[in-house]
């Protein structure tokens, strides 16, 4: 069982950042995709950005395309999103995503891909 431990989040005024951060506790000797999806009150879930374990190619969300940046920590099993230009519709529940092989590439943005979710820290963009 992999349990992914989040941090970040927290309130933030409209054209600010933010840092998230997520740790697996395990890793995966098959390679490992890791990323983010969120979902805001009322809304559908939405795809942000996953990086898979090896390469240097990230795969980011439309709406995010410019202002967020993942990243990852191999050693320390962990992903970051650093989230700029915030704006209020930033605001919702972002859900750490991790699943223990390298997702194939038509797959990325669909969340039924990924075994496993954290619990979700929620950055509010509001002036």
């Known amino acids: 069982q992999v349990q992914l431990v989040e941090s970040g989040g927290g309130l933030v005024q409209p054209g600010g950042s933010l840092r998230l951060s997520c740790a697996a506790n395990?890793?995966?000797?098959?390679?490992?995709?890791m990323g983010w999806f969120r979902q805001a009150p009322g809304k559908a879930r939405e795809f942000v950005a996953v990086?898979?374990?090896?390469?240097?190619?990230?795969h980011d969300g439309e709406s995010v395309k410019g202002r967020f940046t993942i990243s990852r920590d191999n050693a320390k099993n962990s992903v970051y999103l650093q989230m700029t230009d915030m704006k209020p519709e930033d605001t919702a529940v972002y859900y750490c995503?991790?699943?223990?092989?390298?997702?194939?590439?038509?797959?990325?943005?669909?969340?039924?891909?990924?075994?496993?979710w954290g619990q979700g820290p929620q950055p509010t963009v509001s002036s």
């Open positions: 395990r890793r995966s000797n098959n390679g490992y995709t």
């Open positions: 995503i991790y699943d223990a092989t390298r997702i194939i590439l038509s797959a990325l943005r669909a969340g039924e891909s990924y075994d496993y």
């Open positions: 990086i898979r374990c090896c390469g240097s190619s990230t």
